[in-house]
């Protein structure tokens, strides 16, 4: 969400993320967040406060409260100048600071809670930030001010809940009612009006097993988080629905009338829903927590993994790998995850994939083994998708030697959700492709276009151009046809396949930003805006940021990797460099993009001066994909420092055959290069291997 241009007349100068965990950027993507607890916290309090002043001795009271009065403000000054330092690169004054109080300066700060409770009837799309508590992260800072904390986290949640339970009130339809009623139980999983609006608006659509699965759910709820059953209402709900036909569509799911009895929520110690795909609310195959459910996305679970003659030790990781797993598979946005701890019950008894389809709707089943082979342990796994008769369309053995079994776990989960991701994308993308077009969602047409884009066919590659324009225009707000459309334009850029590099540098720019504006926790967009302020923009440093900002939210992603390794050999950074495209070789070996991302191995050994090193790779990386120009460069140049005539002729010719147009002008002209002498030394090789001056 963009910050609105403020009413004070201040420009918004940093963005700050108080839900969840605590972040601070500047509008140019640098992080100013403080590194020390109790300066976070001294910002928040400030933030929160906001507009009104915090005066000294309440800032000291509240976060020395066992201290001695001199003690306790000696240690706000020291804390008022770490802030102040860590401030300093936003390049104006946000807070103001005297004798009597702290502030910030009205307007500079675009702050998460204030959307929130400035969310309305008209503007409900703020309530999509509660997706953690209320600064999370600072618990246990001192008494008076966990005390705060806890009254902080009662008032936005009440705001927030009586604001969702009014957007339910107003739904008679089943589809928005459930919309609605996924959005109130994420901010209060105990509401059993939202429960039972729940259930009653699957039974109208026709879908009486979603509506008891619902009423499932709200029993264990209820039972972890108040140890009580559901209420008479919510029972006698349940009983109609199994005794009888499916509701009509036309009847109401809502009782007009009673709507504050339907309701009223349990009382209990309540905040927003974590994020963890681990409990038991995730069984639903529209998660609660994403609000862009709607658009679709692949459904998958995770099966605990079958022991074979291990040690009770070794048993637990068969459950802790499938909810390691299914966390980490939780971080890509496109997903949707059942916890693993639903699907349990399935690895005791039959694991029957039919049944597991129908019970929780899903696409895909990642199913395996663990075994203790002499003093190795063996995890072998495989990816089912279910729509297609259980066919198998991945699997990968990981044999480790047994020492830490915790390590062991995070390698192996890390390694199979960066490998699936690129293989499920493929996989959606085909079974999209294979349907008719008319009445395709913007999410369908940006699995259309990724393929295409792929393929570096010049025709193709403008269809899935016209696609990607196509999604964002049927909705503005899709973050991810955004970013995907941004990535579309670095391609247009580097192919060569414009006759106006300004504009489609400027157009990415604009893209990319607006890709991660609406989703900040897109870890994709991210990535992508960080290659185009590298690539294009050849602002290397606010890349590096977007780039480590990408990998905070998902460690796993690939893309991540191997782009933050280019923005670093351009740099001049090449151990860096070299470290992160082994990470990302590691992560996946066989990526379906690693035609894109091993192009920057024969980049890295060219400005290393490893002329054969970079022709092998060369060869190697031209050949998987002949329409792709950009591996042909480095090598080329590379062949052209060696002195091989005839090979770096082959190669030219090919090169130009994609980008006819290229000259050692055109190349330095949008060199991204930092140090002259990186350059100099490219520009060498290709002149030396026959391309032209321009």
Known sequence: ??????????????????????????????????????????????????????????????????????????????????????????????????????????????????????????????????????????????????????????????????????????????????????????????????????????????????????????????????????????????????????????????????????????????????????????????????????????????????????????AHLSAGLADEITAALARFRWMFLVSSSSLARFATQTRDEAAIRRTFNIDFLLDGTIQRVPDRLRVALRLLDLRAGNQVVWSRRFDREITDLLTLQDEVAAEVVAQIDPEILLIEAQRVTARPPADSTAYDLVLRAIPLLSRMDRVQFMQAGELLRQAITLEPDYAAASAWFAFWHIFLYGQGWTNDPAAVMAEAGRLANRAITLDPQDARALAIAGHVRAFLHKRLREALSLHERALTVNPNLVMAWALSAAAFAFLGDLDTATTRMERYKKLSPYDPHAFFYDTIFILIALLRHDHEEAVTRGREVSEMNPAFSAPCKPYLAALGHLGRVEEAALVRERLLAIEPEFTIARFVASSPFDRIEDCEHYVAGLRLAGVAEG
């Open 1 to 314: 969400m963009m910050p609105a241009s403020p009413s004070h007349g201040d420009p918004v100068l940093v963005r700050l993320r108080l839900i969840g965990q605590m972040e601070a950027w500047t509008l140019t993507s640098e992080n100013v967040l403080p590194s020390g607890r109790k300066t976070r916290a001294l910002l928040a309090i400030v933030a929160l406060s906001a507009p009104r002043p915090v005066l000294r001795g309440r800032l000291a009271e509240m976060l020395w409260s066992r201290r001695p009065e001199e003690q306790a403000r000696a240690s706000l000054r020291q804390e008022i100048h770490r802030l102040t330092e860590a401030l300093a690169p936003v390049g104006a004054p946000i807070l103001t600071v005297n004798r009597d109080h702290l502030m910030l300066r009205p307007g500079t700060v675009w702050i998460d809670v204030d959307e929130v409770l400035r969310a309305s009837p008209e503007r409900p799309a703020a309530l999509g930030l509660l997706d953690g508590d209320l600064l999370e992260d600072l618990d246990g800072l001192d008494p008076t001010f966990d005390a705060w904390l806890a009254s902080e986290r009662e008032r936005l949640i009440d705001r927030a809940r009586v604001l969702a339970e009014q957007l339910l009130r107003e739904k008679s339809e089943p589809e928005p009612t459930i919309a609605a009623a996924q959005q109130l139980l994420a901010i209060d999983r105990s509401h059993e009006g939202a429960w039972r609006a729940l259930m009653r608006a699957y039974a109208a659509r026709g879908e009486r097993g979603m509506a008891i699965q619902a009423y499932e759910r709200c029993r264990t709820v209820l039972s972890d988080l108040l140890d009580a059953h559901p209420s008479e209402e919510t029972q006698r709900v349940a009983a109609e629905i199994r005794a009888v036909a499916p509701v009509p569509r036309s009847a109401p799911v809502t009782q007009p009338g009673s709507v504050p009895r339907d309701l009223e929520s349990r009382s209990v110690a309540r905040g927003p829903v974590r994020m963890d795909v681990r409990h038991e609310a995730r069984a639903e195959p529209h998660a609660e927590a994403r609000p862009q459910a709607p658009r679709g996305g692949a459904r998958i679970g995770v099966l605990p993994l079958q022991p074979i003659g291990t040690t009770e030790a070794e």
